[in-house]
């Protein structure tokens, strides 16, 4: 009963929990969602009119476009004549501030310069003197003109003839009186009394221009009842686009009733909603171990999710066209870090539930369903950085030849096949736009705990990190886990369904727990075992502390959560048999507890961590064989394999006795081919090694003989030419006795 409460809370917590996801996801794409549009019409300049001849229902008007209104606009406001207020009490107070200043004549100037100063300044301050920027501002022609306001009477005045402040000081020095005191007049300091008169009146100016601007009709003509907007086929020129979208937009006024809105409010909420549901079964029926992962419900929710909403924000700002968006990039993300099924079934939905939102389902939807289906078949393992942009660049050609085709399935007539180049440009944005998958690979793997194909290989680099420290601290260790990676990764390609370059890596790291201790494991011994100074249950210790060392080290190391799995599961929770052994042959009246001598664990769980399991234990043992014989090979695969089986440490992973007995084979053929085993050859039997001896001493004698009539040729050729050379001097010195007495002679 207790464990039916357990079964039963558990299956309402796990479908309350599905339940707030799909109602997430659903309110959060319906709100968005764009409403309030029953015309579904898609159409472009210089595109053909795809639907029937279109005649107007109801009386419309044809809205200017924005440039026309603009230029309208510039046109009305070209003739627009801003107002200042006149400012009297300006000329009073500058004129008063001079006099006070000078009451009487100026210094190094005559007597009556101060009267001429005066009388200028008046002079200024009636034609009117603006601010500089004002002035600069306005065009300095003899058409521009302002509008002076004294006393509440408008007058209309040219800009050239009134003076900028600047102008204003600099016409001083133009009075024939001055002209020779120049000096003297700098320094007086007259820009103190030189001051803007004619004040910009920003709030009559602003209610000014929109009077006028609301003049300029928003219409250029009226499409009457019954009037003819578009055929068939028709070329839409800038004209009839114009009218097509006026006719939207008054359809849309007349018809967008807050009972239709409603209604359509409804429709997709349902619709979405559907989706969400059958993806969600789909994952129950087929997916159900993704349930028990929720970074796994949480990246396919979110990429389900997140393309919807661009789409909606899309479409309902008119930002640009919804295909340059790289919609082929959930499947490739689903297909990377998942499985190629659920990448189909995710970039389905999420395609379907993008049709909402969009006014021309049926092109895009076909389109983008055979992408999505390309990139899965492209996708099928990222090893190398340019898949991604052989994926892209197949994307891209893809969409253009589907679109293409669509396009001449409806318009049969080869002739009139219009080649609307703005789509292929958006089909090339998003190819390149599908080359940020590589980054954003590593955004989705840092957000949602997932491990790329980019990353594990970056891990196994030996060179660097704690593989590069386990080559210098514990060789032999090292060297175990190269030829287990190696035998791992042969195992997981033979069976298909692994992953070679998961179980490669953790099989890299399996053992890195052996650099805290390395001369207490035999391969990394040399001649002194340390284990003879320690009792079976404190080396058992020292053997099982390599488990829990190499997660801490993983886990300061920051290593995926993939690859400490497989340190913790490599031993799952067997014994240390050979202490365990040597400890119950030692009391063997005493019943030893298993406990100290049993690895933490837990058992493999997946079909990775078995595939390691395998390869660590059959090449740790193949070690202490005496003979590497096919026959010994093969037995010990089999007695460890099987030994692993009864005793359970395979019951919770996926692994088939037909993937079992592929990895038997695998790796009786790769451990034959490392101790590279021999046939025995046969042994001679007695007569066939007397007939042996007999050869061999004939031979021998043979040899003999060779060796006797050699040495005899040889001292008889040295006797020949001992001969010669005797011969030679007895004739030489005959001759030379001869000449003597020849000579004595004569």
Request: aromatic content about 10%.
């Amino acid at each position: 009963m207790t464990k039916f409460s357990q079964l039963n809370s558990r299956f309402w917590r796990s479908l309350m929990i599905r339940i707030v996801v799909i109602g997430a996801c659903v309110t959060l794409i319906i709100w968005l969602l764009p409403r309030n549009e029953e015309l579904r019409l898609h159409y472009q300049v210089g595109q053909p009119w795809m639907y029937n001849t279109l005649i107007a229902p109801f009386e419309f008007p044809v809205y200017k476009s924005d440039e026309t209104i603009k230029a309208e606009q510039d046109s009305a406001l070209k003739d627009f004549q801003p107002y200042y207020n006149y400012e009297t009490d300006v000329e009073s107070n500058a004129i008063a501030s001079f006099e006070k200043d000078f009451p009487e004549a100026l210094p190094a100037l005559p007597i009556d310069t101060r009267q001429i100063i005066i009388r200028h300044l008046h002079r200024l301050y009636q034609t009117g003197i603006m601010q500089i920027t004002d002035f600069n501002r306005s065009d300095q022609d003899t058409t521009q003109m302002i509008r002076v306001v004294t006393n509440r009477a408008a007058t209309s005045i040219r800009v050239a003839r009134l003076y900028s402040t600047m102008s204003a000081y600099e016409s001083f020095f133009e009075i024939p009186e001055l002209a020779a005191h120049r000096q003297a007049i700098q320094h007086l300091n007259l820009t103190s009394y030189i001051q803007p008169n004619l004040v910009y009146d920003r709030e009559r100016n602003s209610t000014e221009r929109d009077d006028m601007l609301s003049l300029i009709p928003p219409a250029s003509e009226t499409v009457k009842p019954g009037q003819k907007i578009v055929d068939r086929g028709q070329i839409i020129d800038d004209h009839i686009y114009r009218m097509l979208s006026s006719y939207e937009k008054d359809f849309q006024r007349k018809n967008a009733t807050e009972k239709e809105s409603r209604n359509m409010l409804v429709g997709q909420i349902f619709y979405v909603t559907l989706l969400f549901i059958l993806f969600t079964l789909y994952l129950d029926l087929y997916r159900k171990d993704y349930f028990e992962d929720p970074r796994k419900i949480m990246m396919l929710y979110t990429l389900i999710t997140v393309f919807p909403i661009l789409v909606s924000l899309i479409m309902s700002h008119n930002f640009f066209s919804v295909y340059i968006l790289p919609f082929a990039m959930v499947a490739m993300f689903v297909r990377v870090f998942l499985d190629s099924r659920t990448a189909f079934i995710a970039h389905v939905t999420m395609v379907l539930i993008c049709v909402a939102a969009l006014n021309y389902p049926f092109e895009f939807m076909v389109v983008q369903i055979i992408a999505g289906l390309v990139v899965i078949l492209t996708m099928r393992e990222l090893s190398r950085r340019a898949q991604i942009f052989q994926a892209a660049l197949v994307v891209t050609l893809t969409n253009c030849f589907v679109f293409f085709l669509l396009f001449a399935m409806t318009y049969k007539d080869i002739n009139r096949i219009a080649f609307d180049f703005s789509m292929y440009n958006h089909f090339f944005v998003s190819g390149v736009l599908l080359l940020l998958a590589y980054p954003l690979m590593w955004l989705i793997e840092k957000t949602f705990g997932f491990v790329s194909s980019g990353t594990l290989f970056e891990l196994s680099n030996t060179n660097k990190g704690l593989l590069r420290q386990l080559s210098e601290v514990a060789p032999g260790t090292f060297q175990h886990s190269i030829v287990v990676s190696n035998l791992a990764e042969e195992i997981a390609r033979r069976i298909g369904r692994a992953k070679p370059l998961l179980v490669r890596t953790g099989a890299l790291y399996h053992d890195i727990g052996k650099m805290t201790d390395p001369a207490y494991f035999t391969e990394n011994q040399v001649g002194v075992n340390p284990h003879q100074h320690l009792s079976n249950l404190e080396s058992a210790r020292k053997i099982i502390s390599h488990v829990t060392d190499g997660i801490a080290m993983a886990e300061k190391a920051q290593l995926p959560k993939e690859i400490r799995e497989f340190i913790a599961t490599h031993h799952g929770k067997g014994l240390v048999k050979y202490f365990y052994i040597n400890e119950q042959n030692a009391h063997p009246d005493q019943i030893i507890d298993k406990t100290p001598y049993t690895y933490p664990g837990p058992n493999p769980y997946t079909l990775e961590q078995a595939i390691l399991m395998m390869a660590d234990g059959v090449e740790a043992a193949s070690r202490s064989l005496q003979a590497y014989t096919s026959e010994n090979i093969t037995k010990l695969v089999n007695n460890i394999i099987d030994n692993d089986v009864r005793q359970g440490y395979f019951n919770d992973c996926a692994i088939t006795f037909k993937e079992i007995k592929e990895a038997k084979q695998v790796l009786i053929e790769r451990l034959k081919n490392i101790y590279h085993t021999r046939i025995q050859y046969p042994k001679l039997s007695k007569e066939a090694q007397k007939t042996a001896l007999h050869e061999k001493a004939m031979e021998q004698e043979a040899e003999l003989k060779a060796a006797e009539n050699e040495l005899k040729r040889e001292v008889s050729e040295e006797e020949k030419k001992i001969t010669e050379e005797t011969t030679l001097i007895n004739n030489n010195n005959k001759n030379k006795e001869m000449e003597e007495k020849k000579t004595e002679n004569e």
